[in-house]
């Protein structure tokens, strides 16, 4: 064990050693905070001899869990017969809940409803209620339930405190949905958290068998816990108060989904015989953008304050691209990527955003350079249709009242049970207060229905009943890969004929070999079901890629070698809804700070004069962000052409940016200029251009195909146009990188 406390630095160490009682420590970005944890988990098993199942480490994802279970596999070197407990908070709730949720009311086949099932729970509410035109989207109306569960506010007290019809509505909305989920034995995400907390207040036993049972509990990620999770965590701790929290406040990025920073600002008063360790020795960023990130954070109020430092002295300043538009600002990480990616000098590369909206600017650019790359948070595999159709299948085998999974299956594959019967089936629900399975075997029982739809559910009950028997008598990959054969779910797929068709029938094959995995892990379906459901987003990022777009909600706990930081304007980033907010300010500064500490080596950061609009065709004028101006001078390189390689005096006024000045750019840095890329993926020099375009004029577009020019704005290469091209509507393009050709 000394040999592994030998690779810590003192700090670290201190940490792993202070076993007994409170202890915060207050670890800065890259500061090694994973490998303090698994160290510390592998020092109380080894050194102190505590049994591996007395411990209980929580985190966020999914990711951060696997990982600092091998990593703790790795320290130890050896097996035992029971393990530490290493989870989700999500996850450590769920298994509680299968254990005790019987308590509460709960079957131990509950269901687990992700984002889908929750919107289409809230839709039927919302019909039901006649509030579809007076109220917004269902999926404003999930986040605002979200909201007021994760505070603890219950429907009754939403409704008490309403101060307007439109609050009152909601609480009608919020007390259906829950009764919908109680009727189906399904808890949403929020529930989890919930449900555990309230199981251990009304079932005290319960709640003193898991202190007994947990004599050391660890929580990542700290900053990040909102009401609920900090009230859990409580009542662990009752008993042995060991209680070691790792986070950082100035990563307290969550707010909008609960997240408290008061927890961890606020430790030593809960905690009274706390102790507190910072970690601020660095070990991904270079001086230069530690300090250029201290800079913008240590404007906050809201913090405990920590110097970060680091072995790596000096590195590139920060660089500052200053765009003529949002097309520019993404033609410029473009050419840039692709120069990085070729030189050979960059591992990693990330574009970081304030909102999923800005990348699609960014992906046509790096499409049109033909640069490879993957964008988090777009569609998980789980989220696919037929994955999701087939674990609704499974999951109604597990809890036949799952009227959500009843829902969305019924008629998929088609088998003639319309809209018309699904909606008397649901009215007939509703007036028995009965899920909808109990109510079509009811039906079934009864031929009440006429003779076509009766017969058309009377298979779809039978199918049911075959799939229950298969569940008990096969392996769970053998059940996937009979209920695909079994409900005709490969017969629609292989009819259809193609690619589209083959590529989901080879998503399904991997979705049973990701079963057989689960088997040889000794998982249940049950367990299996709960993880398909936890998956979060960023449970996606793929390590291998050279090149990632992700929003900075995503990139938190990621580093790369290179990060651009786009959208640096006020209203993006800081965003519109924070600007009033002092609270809200002080969290989008720390995300800014987020976005900069996750570069290792070069840190580039961009704003654009114009950007379109919400809903709008039309450019609207942008200020640089407050957060450039944060930024001390000394340590940024502008990229303007007219100031390559400066000072910046003045970092958010007086730009003279144009498209050329990305090829100026390039130039000087003694890269190729003045070109564009063609569609074989070659760069070859643009050809004089003034005068070529007329209004009105023909052209055509190797992706859009032909098009009328509405407007012409510069001259030469730089010429911008906006083309109206049918079935893509309008569309400006720079003639540099177009590719256009007249008709």
Known sequence: MSRLLDQLNPQQREAVELTEGPLLILAGA?????????????????????????????????????????????????????????????????????????????????????????????????????????????????????????????????????????????????????????????????????????????????????????????????????RIQYQLIRQLALAQQNLCVVGDEDQSIYRWRGADIENILSFEKDYPQTRIIRLEQNYRSTQVILDAATAVVSRNVARKGKVLWTDRAGGQRVGLFEAQDAEEEALFVAAETQSALASGEQETIAVLYRTNAQSRLLEEALRRYEVHYRVVGGFSFYARAEIKDVLAYARLVNNLPDSAAFLRVVNVPARGIGEAALEALQAAARRANLSLWETLEQEVAAKRLPARTLKALEGFHALMRELIADRARLSMSEFLRGLLERTGYLAMLRAENTPEAESRMENLQELVNAAAEAEGRGETLREFLDRAALVSETDDYDERARVTLMTLHSAKGLEFSLVFLVGLEEGLLPHKLSLEDDAGLEEERRLCYVGMTRARDRLILAWAHARRSFARESFEAARASRFLREVPAELV????????????????????????????????????????????????????????????????HPKFGLGTVLECEGEGEDTKLTVSFPGYGKVKLVERYALLEKA
């Open 30 to 226: 890259g500061s090694g905070k994973t490998r303090v944890i698994t160290y510390r988990i592998a020092y109380l098993i080894e050194a102190q001899q505590v049994p591996p199942d007395s411990i209980l480490a929580v985190t966020f994802t999914n990711k951060a869990a696997d990982q600092m279970k091998e990593r703790v596999a790795h320290q130890l070197a050896r097996d035992f017969q029971v393990w530490p407990h290493i989870s989700t908070f999500h996850s450590f709730c769920a298994r509680v809940l299968r254990r005790h949720g019987e308590r509460l009311g709960y079957s131990r086949d509950f269901s687990i409803y992700d984002e889908d099932d929750q919107q289409r729970v809230v839709k039927g509410c919302l019909q039901e209620l006649g509030l579809t035109e007076q109220m917004a989207s269902a999926r404003g109306v999930l986040a605002q339930i979200s909201f007021a569960k994760n505070r603890g506010v219950t429907p009754e007290e939403l409704y008490r405190d309403a101060v307007d019809p439109t609050r009152e509505k909601l609480a009608s909305v919020f007390e259906r949905y829950e009764g919908k989920l109680r009727l189906a034995n399904a808890l949403d995400f929020d529930d989890l958290l919930l449900k555990a907390g309230e199981l251990f207040y009304q079932a005290p036993d319960v709640c003193e068998a898991y202190n007994r049972r947990f004599r050391y509990i660890l929580v990542d990620e700290y900053q990040d816990t909102n």
């Open 637 to 700: 390189e502008s990229l303007s052409p007219a100031m390559l390689g400066t000072k910046p005096r003045i970092l958010w006024e007086n730009a003279v940016n144009s498209v050329a000045g990305v090829d100026r750019f390039l130039r000087e840095r003694g890269r190729a200029g003045r070109t564009r890329p063609t569609s074989a993926g070659l760069r070859v020099a643009a050809k004089p251009s003034a005068g070529r375009w007329r209004l009105g004029m023909q052209v055509r």
